[in-house]
T-cell receptor
């Protein structure tokens, strides 16, 4: 298996622009998670899906952030409009459904820089 | 609410010496505990987990961790450190049977193995 795939790996944009991050989970995994990593705040869970349905989006920082999962093999995280404080590494992870003890498999991340 | 504390930002160990990376947790019920490693510009990689049973858990790359319920700790250990073990290590927790499926991560500990 190719593992969790994220694109782009790096994104540089200007404040006010729309940014879309993409994720393809491991085939057969029913859970998909979006995390954000910064030096100041560490790893934060933004939102997660179960069987393509958003379950908990309480970590989404504000309305500028939105996430979708139109099918089992694709998810997007969108920031509109972007701000410099959104600069971070965004990780997507997936896991199996069978119980909460399953480990999560992380993608390589997207490093976002908002100028 | 669940939380994780990694009290050391950085741990320095000479190659060949034993290493310990500390982690304490807080959950309302029983914990599922995980250790992940992150190499520069890479996503997190799963090392090991504690679900139930034997308090000593063995994982990838010769790492092991000991679950101590009375001290609410899950320290990561390795008998003989390698320079290639140098990385950022994260401890994570999820409450067993809890409604939340997302992991709560610690801030991370930089492990530096000196030749």
């Amino acid at each position: 298996d190719a593992g969790v795939i994220q694109s782009p790996r790096h994104e540089v944009t200007e404040m006010g622009q729309e940014v879309t991050l993409r994720c393809k989970p491991i085939s057969g995994h029913d859970y998909l998670f979006w995390y954000r990593q910064t030096m100041m705040r560490g790893l934060e869970l933004l939102i997660y899906f179960n069987n393509n349905v958003p379950i908990d989006d309480s970590g989404m920082p504000e309305d500028r952030f939105s996430a979708k999962m139109p099918n089992a093999s694709f998810s997007t995280l969108k920031i509109q409009p972007s701000e410099p404080r959104d600069s971070a590494v965004y990780f997507c992870a997936s896991s199996l459904v069978a119980g909460g003890y399953n480990e999560q498999f992380f993608g390589p991340g997207t490093r976002l820089t908002v100028l | 609410a669940q939380s994780v504390a990694q009290p050391e930002d950085q741990v320095n160990v000479a190659e060949g010496n034993p290493l310990t990376v500390k982690c304490t947790y807080s959950v309302s019920g029983n914990p599922y505990l995980f250790w992940y490693v992150q190499y520069p510009n890479r996503g997190l990689q799963f090392l090991l987990k504690y679900i139930t049973g034997d308090n000593l858990v063995k994982g990838s790359y010769g790492f092991e961790a000991e679950f101590n319920k009375s001290q609410t700790s899950f320290h990561l250990k390795k008998p003989s450190a390698l320079v290639s073990d140098s990385a950022l290590y994260f401890c994570a927790v999820r409450e067993a049977g809890g409604g939340a499926d997302g992991l709560t991560f610690g801030k991370g500990t930089h492990l530096i193995i000196q030749p």
